[in-house]
C-alpha cells in the first residue's frame, strides 16, 4: 500500500491505493493519524486506488472520522473503488463514512 498525502489549503489530502488491511494500517497508521492532528483539521481520503480493505482498515477509517470530528474537522471519503464501497455497505458503514449515502 501507498499513502500519497497533500495539504490544500486547510484541507489534507491522502490518497491510499493497493491494499489497506491489517499490516498495512500498521504500517501506514502514524501518517494517516497525523493528519487529524491540530484544531479543526479538514481531511479528505481518495481510496478510490484500494484493491482489498479489511476490518482493521474500516477502524481506521472511524477512528480518523472520529478525531476529526471531535477536534471540531470534517472527515470526507472523496473516493471509492468497488472492493472499498461494497464492504462499506455490507458492513452498514457507508452511511456513516460515505457523503453521498446517508
Do not use: N
Not at 495539504?7 to 489534507?12: E, K, L, Q
Not at 494500517?25 to 502514524?30: D, K, R
Amino acid at each position: 500500500m501507498s499513502v500519497r498525502t497533500e495539504r490544500v489549503g486547510g484541507t489534507r489530502r491522502a490518497e491510499v491505493v493497493g491494499r489497506f488491511d491489517a499490516h498495512e494500517v500498521a504500517q501506514s497508521q502514524g501518517v494517516l493519524r497525523a493528519l487529524v492532528e491540530g484544531d479543526a483539521p479538514a481531511l479528505e481520503v481518495d481510496l478510490s486506488g484500494v484493491t482489498f480493505v479489511d476490518s482493521s482498515a474500516l477502524a481506521e477509517l472511524v477512528a480518523l472520522r472520529r478525531t476529526a470530528l471531535a477536534r471540531g474537522g470534517t472527515f470526507t471519503l472523496t473516493g471509492t473503488s468497488e472492493p472499498v464501497r461494497t464492504i462499506l455497505e455490507v458492513t452498514d458503514l457507508a452511511g456513516v463514512l460515505l457523503p453521498d449515502a446517508g
